[in-house]
């Protein structure tokens, strides 16, 4: 006796939902019963002068003396990559402000935003610089990867290595770019990084 068809196959039935649903989003925290507990949520300090936005490298720049809630963290964009102490994402980050025709939740000075700390183990989704795209395709998980601050996107060469595990690509992710104080998410390739 044969079997004449494939007892395993995956499909979905026409019309039915999306047909395209493979992909990452930008500044997404991954699904973990321990990291999800170093999820904090941090201060955009007034003097801020551009919002923040998931999956972006922060610097964590005070901690209030004598109090232990994460709500008394400040952060700011890092500028260096010696200076990444963790990076933002979307996961529990409800204050974010959209406008009509832009659906990219940016934060800005006073609000809360969500992140992570380097160390934490977390898997998070970030932007992949277009020009790097083929250098990290098919390479070791412990391949130096760095941030380029002008594209903010990981890369492939910089000044100091990220202190991450790279564990994969994916071109049909949803990305943002900011631009004159407007954010668009695009179609592109994000990379799954455990911090």
Do not use: H
């Not at 923040?52 to 709500?71: C, D, F, K, Q, R």
């Not at 601050?149 to 595990?165: C, D, E, H, I, M």
């Amino acid at each position: 006796m044969s079997i004449t068809f494939n007892p395993m196959l995956t499909t979905s039935a026409s019309n039915n939902f999306a047909t395209g649903t493979e992909g990452w989003t930008q500044g997404d925290f991954q699904a973990d019963p321990t990291a999800r507990n170093w999820l904090i949520a941090a201060r955009v300090p007034n003097s801020a002068t551009t919002p923040l936005w998931p999956g972006m490298p922060i610097t964590e720049t005070s901690v209030v003396t004598g109090i232990t809630s994460s709500a008394d963290v400040a952060i700011t964009a890092a500028t260096t990559e010696a200076a990444i102490t963790g990076f933002t994402v979307i996961n529990q980050a409800y204050g974010g402000i959209t406008v009509p025709g832009d659906n990219v939740p940016l934060f800005y000075a006073g609000q809360t935003i969500s992140c992570i700390r380097l160390g934490s183990n977390a898997r998070i989704v970030v932007p992949v610089d277009a020009a790097a795209i083929s250098a990290l395709s098919n390479v070791a998980i412990n391949t130096p990867v760095y941030w380029d601050f002008a594209t903010n996107a990981l890369t492939n060469s910089g000044s100091t290595a990220l202190p991450v595990k790279l564990l994969g690509l994916d071109s049909n992710s949803k990305v943002l770019t900011y631009a004159s104080g407007a954010a668009t998410w695009t179609t592109g390739t994000a990379a799954l990084i455990q911090i």
